[in-house]
């Protein structure tokens, strides 16, 4: 066990709906990163929070946003959700940044659009 | 912008046996960080072993242990002993020195192996 929570750990919803990802990172870590994991695409960075301030930004659709609050659980905000959304979402967090301070990855949440 | 690049979508290796994972990378920079992560049908990404490219020598963990060829931009992963429970996807990772410390993954490599 990681120490980092995800849930839910699985998603089925219609295209055109808005679905909610929580990640509760390791206890003491401030880092938190969103990756997606897809067939076609591998696994993809999409964004970083630090302390509750964003940091890092890569390929994140602007359909997709996410947040980090003050208890520092973050969540990843996926609307207007169209049927290549479909993937497997990780969180990780760590204490420091990724260079120098392991990253723990979460389970994912496994997210189908139908 | 860096690429990570596995070219074996595929291995298989008999128990007890020894297998090397290969992985390029493509970047301009001279410092930078480059990992193994492990995904197992759990799918939970598990670090395996780390590399600082400033340091020439070559990480080790236990049966875990990289070859790291800067010059050839090469960094290969060779697991001894092989076990049934290193069974899962294998990762090649890398994370740039300067701008944000994203980890840009290769396509992976799945292992299978043998009893």
């Known amino acids: 066990d990681s120490g980092v929570t995800q849930t839910p750990k699985h998603l089925i919803t219609a295209t055109g709906q808005r679905v909610t990802l929580r990640c509760s990172p390791r206890?003491?870590?401030?880092?938190v990163y969103w990756y997606q994991q897809s067939l076609d695409q591998g696994l993809q960075f999409l964004i970083q929070?630090?302390?509750?301030?964003?940091?890092a930004k890569g390929n994140i659709l602007e359909r997709f946003s996410a947040q980090q609050f003050p208890d520092l659980h973050s969540e990843l905000n996926l609307s207007s959700l169209e049927l290549g959304d479909s993937a497997l979402y990780f969180c990780?967090?760590?204490?420091?940044?990724?260079?120098?301070?392991?990253?723990?990855f979460g389970q994912g949440t496994r997210l189908t659009v139908v | 912008a860096q690429t990570v690049t596995q070219s074996q979508p595929e291995m298989s290796v008999q128990e007890a046996e020894t297998v090397t994972l290969s992985c390029t990378y493509d970047?301009?920079?001279?410092?930078?960080?480059l990992f193994w992560y492990k995904q197992p049908p759990s799918r939970q990404m598990i670090l395996v072993i780390r590399?600082?490219?400033?340091?020439?020598q070559n990480a080790t963990e236990n049966r875990f242990s990289v070859n790291f060829q800067k010059a050839a931009k090469s960094f290969s992963l060779k697991i001894s002993d092989s076990q049934l429970g290193d069974t899962a996807m294998y990762f090649c990772?890398?994370?740039?020195?300067?701008?944000?410390?994203?980890?840009?993954f290769g396509t992976g490599t799945r292992l299978t192996i043998i009893p």
């Open positions: 970047t301009s920079e001279n410092n930078y960080y």
């Open positions: 929070y630090y302390n509750g301030e964003e940091r």
């Open positions: 590399q600082e490219a400033y340091k020439q």
């Open positions: 990780a967090s760590s204490v420091g940044g990724a260079r120098n301070t392991e990253a723990f």
């Open positions: 990772a890398f994370i740039s020195n300067f701008g944000n410390e994203k980890l840009t």
């Open positions: 206890s003491g870590d401030l880092s």
